[in-house]
Each structure stands twice: as C-alpha cells, then as structure tokens.
C-alpha cells in the first residue's frame, strides 16, 4: 500500500497532510527516514514511526478505556467532556466508536472500535455477552434484593421481565451483578425496580475481560490499551 494511504487510514490526517508528514521527514520505518509518499510498503507487521512516536499498522483497531466519572459517551458531548478526548486523534480519526455506553457518572470499562462488525456483535443481546457490574447503594442490599434480581424485574418499556445472570453483595452495600443487555440504565433501572438506589456503578468486566487482570491488570483509570487478537479471543469466542 502507498506509505501516504497507509498514513491516512491510520488517522494521521487527510491525503495532503499525510503527504506533507512524509516530505517533511517526519516518517520513518526501520529507523531510516521515508522520504517517497507514493512508496509501496508491506503492511503485514509493519511498524513505523510518525514525529517520533512508534506505531504499529492495525487494519482495524480495538482499544479498551478506564473511562473516569464526568465523560459523556457521545462525539458531541452536552455537559462533560467526551470520552474520545481521552484517546488520540489518530484513533479519533480512524472513527472509533464505543461499544455501548456507560452513563457519564459511571466509571470502567469501555470499548471502541472501528470494526462494525466487532461493535455490532458484542452489543447485539442475541450474543449474551456479559458485563459485570459493582454498585455502591443507597441502602443495605439484601438477599432478597439479590434474589428478586435473579428472578427478573419489571422494567417500563420491557415486554420481559429483566434478569441479572449473577448477582451477589460484596459487601452491605455493594452489589456485584453481571447483565447480558446493553439497555439505556439497565442496572441502574434493575435496582431502583427491585426497591433500592445505585449511588456509584462501576463496570468491572466485558466478557472476559477484567479491569485489574491481564490484559489489563494495569490499566489505570482514564487509560487506554490496545486489544490484540488474543485479547479479542478472551473477550468473546465469536469475535
Ligand atoms: N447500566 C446503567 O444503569 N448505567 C450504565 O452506565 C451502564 C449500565
């Protein structure tokens, strides 16, 4: 592929621009500056170097976010700042987008991509990929809360009842649960119909990944990582 369109499709900017960062000099590959736009390069494997920075050719790229409290899953943010502010502008570029979103004062994992079929398949609930969630309530959780949210909730706008796949306290008043459906404040919403109030809710894991263990065992809050092909692999069989 010409190292101008190799340059684009990574994010670095518009044709000209990216013909511009290779005139410049500012391209190099194997340490040796690239001084050809129209050059032809293998992209199997290839790494390359844009202003210093090292960067490997994905064709498609999957990232995971610690997403803080205060970032609004959304392009175009009303209130807060953007959860893609936290990624570079060659992943922005590239159009990444999240899979599924978290309410802006909930905090973990999230997901992008610039595969859509990949977003399409975790989100989709035929493929019952579960997220797992802690909740701080507002009050002491019971087993019976426990138990009404195994059993299933009613939910406004939902033909069935809403069932967590697990549900346990951690502790008086922190509930872990795991859901298999991507609904605007499901947990949230399971809770408040099963009688109690989330204050905090944080997601702990996406299929099977888990903040805090490999592959992201050190990913702090408001960092990013890259998912390679074994990572995709954990997190879901089908992706
Ligand atoms: N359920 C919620 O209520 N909020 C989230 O952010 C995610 C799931």
Redesign the pocket.
Known sequence: MKLERILQNQGFGSRRQCRQLVELGEVRIAGEVMDNPGAEIATAGLVFEVEDENWTYREKTYVALYKPAGYECSHEPKHHRSVYSLLPYQLVARDVQSVGR??VD?TGLLLFSDDGAFIHNLSSPKKHVPKT?RAELAEDGTEALVQQLLDGVDLIEEPQPVRALTARLLAERTLELSVDLGKY?????MIAAAGNHVEQ?H?SGFGGLTLGQPPLADLAEGDWVYLEAADLQQLHPAA
Request: hydrophobic share 35%.
């Open positions: 978290l309410d909930t969630y404040h499901v947990v949230k919403r809710l997601r």
